[in-house]
């Protein structure tokens, strides 16, 4: 049967696009989250938009459970092959139109690298505002399958904000063209948006029209050093009020110490702090300026910060925001088992306190790395894994804690997966956070563009 | 011991510099401008030297349009003591620099004149070499180590294949190489404390030095594009190609 579905493939797609070896079904059958063995039939890598529909058409027809794959920078292995599934990569399918200036506007294939769209918007004197860590890996297809966040999130929005138009293969192999790039459009329910944050459950994404705009002028850089967890929602408060922010971060000490033993980067300052928080504005005059100084001697005075520091240069920007970035990598290695949950930003301080005593008393024995974009009520928590645990005991001991947090931030009203997405990782706590109701609609939802269940299986919903 | 620090307000190291239609220069309105990274470093040792307790005192100074009193601003965050603008709109070009730094000498008369080995707008590296030439001073260019002692500072300076340490008798003139140190961050408590520091301002004409450029830009171009890369097929193919096209082997 397996010789038989890869003559099959090679036939679309020719034979140096089906690849079978070990090193490549290693390599394409898991994601950055590492907590799953991968396990892929093989990897079909289309080179256009009517390849991508005779793949799926040909999987459909034989029963053939697909898993769409991007950059697989995601955390929540959406984008794993852990079942002898095939991966349908989108690698090859990278062309990027030129920029219509009148719409500000570009369409991009799936497999187009988010730093690509970055510096193609910057190149055109636009901007592609939706920022993470990852850009360098992650492709714009999966950002939108997952509704990628990151650091401008507070000022920019979400990937679903820039997304004007999506073309989508469905699992029978049509293409739909969903909403053309049109600002307007009130014909009805739009589809659109529910491809957007499906992570491959319902179709593969091929094509996406994005919206760009115009760019931040002087973006610049304060970190701020804090005493105690208490103080991170004050300073949040104090700054959200005074200036029009385009990021509000926070890490932990420990998580900054990580960044440091990897990186070959200045310490902000030498004062001892626990907490820090990094705090992006658009300094567009002498008076935002002149804001920023009062607003961190208001929080000085009422002893929230212990110490700060200004970018004066691009250079020095692009430094202090590495302190926050380089965290993920700096841990990767220390397979941590994270938890990204959020609640409404007004929330943020009960939020912290409740999370740090579960924490305290239910993990006692673990590192804990404390960082997220807490300007949106978003919380990276991560635990890592001692070298002397073996992986299967470590993730069940970090899932038997997974209750608590979970309850805490269902009585908040809050999120179980802020932005990372649901996958493998996050699929059966779903209901801490969407109602019975809905994950039965979102079930309906799924046969209908799915009868034969061949769309990512498994991750997201359990049919 | 008294350390003069000169820094200047340039384009931000990481804008991507475009020319002006007109080719008589470069973009600078609404660009990102910051203290020139060689400035930086300079005005990060005169730092470093105040808290040996080798230096007493650092006065930083700045020849440029009213807004390089930011740049001031920022180096008397840094740790200087006091500022001194000389303000004009004019290009100012290395020599009319350097003649204004003497006065400055003149005035304040410090034991040690520190500045970047050039700036990165205008690339010259001529300013500190000239600045010593016009009032006799030994100086110590590029330099990668300084280490003040017995009335004398030794400056270890980064050459073609090496290192060099030179004595110089104080008073002395050094320009800063990239690895002297690494600048810190500006505090946001001293940026506040700097607001009490004193920046005077003078003029050119006020020093008495004339600035009219020496030399003519005729024409400002952006250098030619890259051609993309290409892929070859084999090993074969690539050494072909390095022998015949690029002829590098
Ligand atoms: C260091 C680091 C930092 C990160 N920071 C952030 C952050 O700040 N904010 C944030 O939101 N995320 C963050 N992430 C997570 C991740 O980068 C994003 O989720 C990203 O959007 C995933 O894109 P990808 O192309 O790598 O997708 P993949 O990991 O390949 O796939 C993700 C999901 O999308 C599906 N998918 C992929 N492509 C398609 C397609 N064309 N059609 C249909 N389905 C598809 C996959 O099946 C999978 O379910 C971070 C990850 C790392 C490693």
């Given at each position: 049967m397996t010789t038989e579905i890869i003559q099959a493939l090679e036939k679309i797609v020719g034979t140096a696009h089906v690849l079978t070896s070990k090193d490549d079904t290693h390599e394409y059958g898991q994601d950055w989250s590492k907590l799953f063995t991968p396990d892929a039939l093989a990897i079909v890598r289309p080179g256009t938009i009517d390849e991508v529909q005779l793949i799926v058409k040909y999987a459909n027809e034989h029963k053939i459970a697909l898993v769409p794959s991007g950059g697989r920078t995601g955390l929540s292995g959406g984008a794993c092959a852990t079942n002898g599934e095939l991966v349908l990569s989108l690698d090859r399918l990278n062309k990027i139109s030129?920029?219509?200036?009148?719409?500000?506007?570009?369409?991009?294939?799936?497999?187009?690298?988010?730093?690509?769209?970055?510096?193609?918007?910057?190149?055109?004197?636009?901007?592609?505002?939706?920022?993470?860590?990852?850009?360098?890996?992650?492709?714009?297809?999966?950002?939108?399958?997952?509704?990628?966040?990151?650091?401008?999130?507070?000022?920019?929005?979400?990937?679903?904000?820039?997304?004007?138009?999506?073309?989508?293969?469905?699992?029978?192999?049509?293409?739909?063209?969903?909403?053309?790039?049109?600002?307007?459009?009130?014909?009805?329910?739009?589809?659109?948006?529910?491809?957007?944050?499906?992570?491959?459950?319902?179709?593969?994404?091929?094509?996406?029209?994005?919206?760009?705009?115009?760019?931040?002028?002087?973006?610049?850089?304060?970190?701020?050093?804090?005493?105690?967890?208490?103080?991170?929602?004050?300073?949040?408060?104090?700054?959200?009020?005074?200036?029009?922010?385009?990021?509000?971060?926070?890490?932990?000490?420990?998580?900054?110490?990580?960044?440091?033993?990897?990186?070959?980067?200045?310490?902000?300052?030498?004062?001892?702090?626990?907490?820090?928080?990094?705090?992006?504005?658009?300094?567009?005059?002498?008076?935002?300026?002149?804001?920023?100084?009062?607003?961190?001697?208001?929080?000085?005075?009422?002893?929230?910060?212990?110490?700060?520091v200004i970018s004066q240069s691009e250079t020095q920007a692009q430094q202090l925001w590495a302190l926050r970035e380089r965290i993920s990598e700096s841990i990767s290695h220390e397979i941590p088992y994270k938890n990204d949950i959020s609640v409404t930003p007004s929330n943020v301080a009960s939020f912290l306190e409740s999370i740090n005593t579960i924490v305290k008393e239910k993990y006692p024995e673990f590192e804990i790395i404390w960082f997220g974009h807490i300007g949106d009520g978003n919380l990276h928590l991560n635990i890592l894994k001692p070298a002397c645990l073996e992986l299967d005991e470590f993730v069940a001991k970090c899932k038997s804690v997974n209750p608590n947090i979970f309850e805490t931030i269902q009585q908040l009203g809050g999120s179980i997966s802020a932005e990372h997405g649901v996958g493998l990782v996050k699929r059966d706590y779903l209901e801490y956070s969407r109602s019975h109701e809905e994950v039965l609609l979102m079930k309906q939802i799924k046969q209908v563009f799915d009868p034969n269940n061949i769309m990512n299986p498994g991750k997201l919903i359990a049919l | 011991?008294?350390?003069?620090?000169?820094?200047?307000?340039?384009?931000?190291?990481?804008?991507?510099?475009?020319?002006?239609?007109?080719?008589?220069?470069?973009?600078?309105?609404?660009?990102?401008?910051?203290?020139?990274?060689?400035?930086?470093?300079?005005?990060?040792?005169?730092?470093?030297?105040?808290?040996?307790?080798?230096?007493?005192?650092?006065?930083?100074?700045?020849?440029?349009?009213?807004?390089?009193?930011?740049?001031?601003?920022?180096?008397?965050?840094l740790g200087a003591d006091r500022a001194i603008l000389v303000k004009t709109d004019e290009e100012v070009q290395p020599l009319a620099v350097s003649k204004i730094l003497k006065e400055l000498v003149n005035k304040e008369s410090p034991d040690m004149v520190i500045l970047g080995k050039q700036t990165i707008d205008g690339d010259n590296n001529q300013t500190g070499q000239m600045l010593s030439a016009l009032l006799d001073w030994p100086q110590g260019t590029f330099a990668s180590k300084v280490v003040v002692e017995d009335g004398k500072v030794n400056v270890t300076r980064e050459i073609d294949g090496g290192l060099e340490t030179v004595a110089l008798q104080l008073p002395a003139v050094v320009t800063t190489d990239l690895r002297l140190n690494e600048p810190r961050f500006a505090s946001l408590p001293n940026i506040m404390k700097a607001k009490k520091k004193t920046l005077d301002e003078t003029t050119p004409d006020e020093l008495g030095v004339d600035i009219s450029p020496r030399v003519k830009t005729l024409k400002v171009e952006s250098p030619p594009a890259r051609e993309a890369g290409i892929k070859v097929e084999s090993v074969d193919e690539l050494v072909e190609k390095l022998k015949n096209e690029a002829k590098v082997i």
């Open positions: 030129k920029v219509n200036k009148v719409d500000q506007t570009v369409v991009c294939e799936a497999g187009v690298i988010t730093e690509q769209l970055q510096n193609t918007a910057e190149d055109n004197g636009l901007y592609y505002p939706v920022d993470f860590a990852s850009t360098g890996s992650s492709q714009i297809g999966g950002n939108i399958a997952t509704n990628a966040g990151g650091i401008k999130v507070i000022r920019w929005g979400m990937t679903r904000d820039w997304i004007l138009g999506l073309k989508v293969v469905t699992a029978n192999g049509d293409l739909l063209n969903l909403n053309q790039g049109l600002i307007k459009n009130a014909t009805g329910y739009d589809l659109r948006h529910l491809f957007i944050g499906s992570e491959g459950t319902l179709g593969i994404i091929v094509e996406a029209t994005i919206k760009l705009t115009r760019p931040p002028k002087d973006l610049t850089v304060m970190v701020l050093g804090l005493s105690e967890l208490s103080d991170v929602y004050p300073v949040m408060e104090t700054f959200q009020q005074q200036l029009n922010l385009t990021a509000f971060e926070f890490f932990s000490d420990k998580a900054l110490n990580k960044v440091l033993s990897h990186h070959d980067l200045p310490k902000p300052f030498d004062s001892p702090a626990e907490y820090y928080v990094l705090i992006e504005f658009e300094n567009e005059s002498e008076q935002t300026s002149e804001t920023a100084f009062s607003a961190f001697e208001q929080v000085l005075e009422n002893g929230h910060v212990v110490d700060g | 011991m008294k350390i003069l620090v000169a820094v200047k307000r340039v384009i931000d190291y990481n804008v991507k510099v475009r020319v002006k239609a007109d080719n008589t220069g470069v973009e600078t309105a609404n660009v990102k401008m910051s203290m020139n990274p060689f400035c930086e470093i300079a005005v990060e040792e005169a730092v470093r030297l105040k808290e040996q307790g080798v230096a007493s005192e650092i006065i930083v100074a700045s020849i440029g349009p009213q807004q390089s009193q930011e740049t001031l601003r920022t180096a008397l965050a």
